[in-house]
Each structure stands twice: as C-alpha cells, then as structure tokens.
C-alpha cells in the first residue's frame, strides 16, 4: 500500500493556487479597512458642516485715545482737525507714518492688527462718548463670483477715507448708516436716530473696495479708491481687495438733540483707515475666509 503523499508547504505550492490564496487574503483585508473607514464621518465633511459660507475676517478694536489729529488729511499738523476717537494702533497722532505703526501696539483682537482706524468723536450734551464696541469688518461682497475670486489683499500702508466729513445734509455725499441695536422697528438712517432704552445708537459705514493699484493715497486721499459697479471694478480701478466695513455701538439712546459728531451732523459720519496688517497675515485672510467664502473670526479660522 503506498504511503499518502507528503503535503505540500504553503510556499511550495503550484503558483497558480498561492496566487489565488493571496488574492483571497487581500481581499479580506481591503473588506475589513473599507469597513472600519465607514465607521467614522471623514474629517474633510465634518469641518465642511461647521463652515458658514461668508466671506468675512475680522477685527474687534477698543477704544485707544482721543486727539483733534489725523495723519491722512492734515499730516504733522497736531491740532488742526476736529476731535478724532482712534482704535487700533495706540500710537496715532498727526505725525504718524507706517513705520510708527509696525512698531508699536494695538488695541485689536488679533493683536498683530498693527492699522490705525479713526472717527469724528461723538458727543452728547457735550460730553465725549466713546463707543462700547466697534468691529471692523474685511468682506467680499458687494461683487461678482469672477471678482471675488480675484480679490488680492489691502496693501500694506494703504489710507482710505470713507464718508463726507463736510456734508452739509444727509444727500450731500453721505454714506454712513445710524441704527439700533436690537431695535429693528426703527428705520435706519443717514442722520442720528431715536433708540430706545435698552438698545444702543449704531454706525455703520463701508469703504470702496476697488484700488487703482497703484497709488497707497491722493490728493484727496478718495480717487485712488472706488466703489464697484454692477458687481464689477471699474476699468480706472481694477484691483478688487476686501470691503472694509465699521460698525461702532454707542451706549446712548432716547432723542438725539444733543448729539453731535465732532464733525458737525451725524450725515458728516466717517472714517479713516491706515494699513498696517503682516502682509503675511492679510494674504492668508484673503485666501482662506475671503476667497474661499468663509465666516472667519479675528483669529482668521473659520468660527
């Protein structure tokens, strides 16, 4: 009787049957990796469902001093302009230039928001009031999908003026809104406004967002700026960057007869920006909450 033949070990076996057994194992293998991954939601979704999709970043600035200064329309002149309430960058007076800004400190969340922002001081029976808040925002609307997605960042050392600090009625030139916080039922309007108690007298006011591309200021620190245009830069001004918006709270309400902006009416609301933002930093806003249509906060993370 013939003794039963010797098994075969498993590596000697004919190399079509080890293929198959390998196959086999794969397979296996790949069953039981895809079954774990469908186990848990991929990263990429669930940052995708906490993202609000607005094109926004920016920055929480306190109340820094007051001077009757302004580095952009009457530079090294100390005391020729009206009373300016400044944010921002704590060092501002007339002789301010950018290399002042990059050396000093800031009153803005984030910290590293080196910009001067300015406004005609408000006062009330003629005592100044600062406000209670006052929140800059950097967005992209206001344009085209085409425009947005081109928008670059402001450059480092730019100046912008927006308003009519010499309006002489809320139609000449005018574009700065008063409100109420929490107080819908009141109209918005280009003069001060009745809120109620409670609430607080709200200023918004939006600065062009197209640049020439050239200049850092004008004469009349205005036309190197513009406003779009059914959606759109102007050809003069073809380099769209993020609108800036200021909104500042004041914590006054009740009738607005003894109110008055150091400027005159509250039609003469309006602002003044000097860029000191890390280019670095103003880049990577751009990209990442403004381009990419993302509710940044002033870490510039979406949140």
């Known amino acids: 009787m013939k003794p039963p033949p010797a098994r075969t070990a498993f590596w000697r076996r004919p190399r079509r049957a080890l293929l198959a057994t390998l196959a086999l194992t794969g397979l296996l293998a790949s069953l039981l990796v895809a079954g774990g991954a469908g186990a848990t939601e991929p990263a990429d979704d669930r940052n995708a469902a906490d993202v609000v999709r607005v094109a926004e970043f920016v920055a929480e600035c ?5 001077l009757p200064d302004d580095p952009i329309v009457f530079p090294g002149l100390p005391g020729a302009s009206h009373s300016h309430s400044f944010f921002g960058s704590r060092v501002t007076d007339a002789h301010t230039n950018l290399g002042d800004l990059l050396a000093a400190t800031s009153t803005c969340d984030p910290a590293i928001d080196l910009s001067s922002y300015w406004v005609p001081t408000l006062f009330v029976a003629g005592e100044p009031v600062e406000p209670q808040s006052a929140t800059f925002y950097y967005l992209g609307e206001g344009v085209d999908e085409a425009t947005l997605a081109r928008t670059e960042p ?7 003026v927006a308003g009519n600090a010499v309006a002489t009625g809320p139609d000449d030139g005018a574009t700065a809104r008063w409100s109420c916080l929490h107080a819908g039922h009141v109209e918005p309007s280009k003069d001060f406004v009745t ?18 591309g050239v200049r850092l200021d004008s004469p009349d620190h205005k036309s190197h700026m513009a406003f779009p245009v059914a959606g759109e830069c102007p050809a003069t001004h073809p380099v769209p960057v993020p609108k800036l918006r200021q909104v ?18 509250g039609y003469t609301m309006h602002g003044d920006f000097f860029n000191a933002w890390p280019e670095a930093e103003m880049r990577r806003r751009v990209t990442d909450c403004v381009r990419a249509v993302v509710k940044c906060g002033p870490d510039g993370v979406p949140g």
């Open 154 to 160: 402001l450059p480092l050392g730019l100046k912008i």
């Open 248 to 265: 500042l709270r004041y914590p006054v309400t009740g009738d607005p007869a003894t109110f008055e902006l150091a400027s005159g009416a």
């Open 62 to 66: 306190e109340f820094s001093h007051r």
């Open 195 to 212: 809120c109620p108690a409670g609430s607080a007298l709200e200023s918004y006011l939006d600065f062009p967002q197209c640049w020439d």
